[in-house]
Structures are given as structure tokens and as C-alpha cells.
């Protein structure tokens, strides 16, 4: 049998995206186990839903160091200590160094709530709102060390509709969030692609 996969979740609140990976690596029984769930807040509620799922959940609060270099040190310590085969960002809302990145090449991943390159950064409902876009959506990518950029490997489209507020262009988003990116990782795990030179490269069977 093929080793299981390792996993480490870095989020900074709600968790909502860590939850759908947990419950399709559950569901559908991953080659893969969750190994570590860690927050840079101590008040993420993610932590809890981690916890009660039998998972590591430790926190790293970036407010403990005095800059960000010290901080994505400590971090890193502590994601080497489950040596994860991939790290996936969940709302891990850090802007991280790119020696942090670089130590992570090609096995640390992202979700961002707009179809990339738009709006990168936050509050991107909000702004795609404003700039009168007909389509939005999610993208998941590899980290590199610009933020929110990396090469693509999963996006869904959502319209944007005439009644839309922030709050439901987001939620209609996050749905499709908790599609993709649970997908985006297990195919991840199942080896379907990877990154070389800058770029996904698909394995088919
Ligand atoms: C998600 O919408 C995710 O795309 C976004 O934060 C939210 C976290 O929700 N991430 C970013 O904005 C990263 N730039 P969750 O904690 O319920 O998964």
C-alpha cells in the first residue's frame, strides 16, 4: 500500500475550508492523514473543530516575535516537526516571507476568494462588487512569493448578481471554495499533478 500523505493546515479563524478537506479526506477515504492544524491566533474557532476531530491544533501568534522573519521562523519550526508532504493555507490570513515560501516550494497551496490575477489582497467581494464584474470566484495555487499569485491549479466562476452584497457574492463563493479546494488537494495527494519550473505539470493515469 502506498504511504499515507501528511498534512499540515495553517488557518487564522472560521476554518470553514479546513472542515470541507477534513470531511472529504474522511469521506472518501484519502491516502492521507491531517496531521497538524495550526492557527496564528489563539482564538481562530477552526482550532476547536480541529481539536474535536482528533487533530494536533497548535497555535503560532505571530504577535509573540518581533518581526515577521522571526515569526515564519518559529512557524516553520513547528510545521517540520509533522514533516508534511503539503501545507495548505485556509484562510491563513499572513503575508509570509519568501524564505518561508521557499522552504515550502512546490508542496505549500493557497485558496483566494477571486479569480486571480484579480483582486488580489483583501476584501476582494467588496471590490468586485465596485469594479461591476459579471463573473467572480475562487482560485486555489501554489504559494510563491508574491502574494496571492502562483501558479493556478483549480478555479470556480460564480456570477455576480444585480441584488448581490458583499455578504452573499461571499457566501456564493465560499460554496464553491469548499468544492475546489478539497479537490485541488486530493489530487494533490493522489500525485495527479505538481509543480515544475513555474508551472503545474497534470499527470493522467
Ligand atoms: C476564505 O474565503 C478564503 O478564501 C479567504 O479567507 C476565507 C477563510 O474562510 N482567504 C484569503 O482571503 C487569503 N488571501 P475559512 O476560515 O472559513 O476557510
Redesign the pocket.
Known sequence: MRAMKRIVIL?S??????EAILRAASAEKWPAQIVAVISNKSTAA?LATASSAGIAARVVEHVSYPDRAQFDQALSTVIDEYSPDLVIL??F?RILTSAFVAHYHGRMV????SLLPSFPG?D?HQRALEAGVKFHG?TVHFVTPEL?HGPIIEQAIVPVLDTDTEDTLAAR??EQ?HVIYPRAVRDFIEGRYALMEGRIVRHTA
Open positions: 488557518i479563524g472560521r476554518g470553514s475550508n479546513m477552526g485556509a484562510g490570513l493557497n485558496i483566494h476568494p483583501l476582494t475562487a496571492d463563493v465560499l471554495e
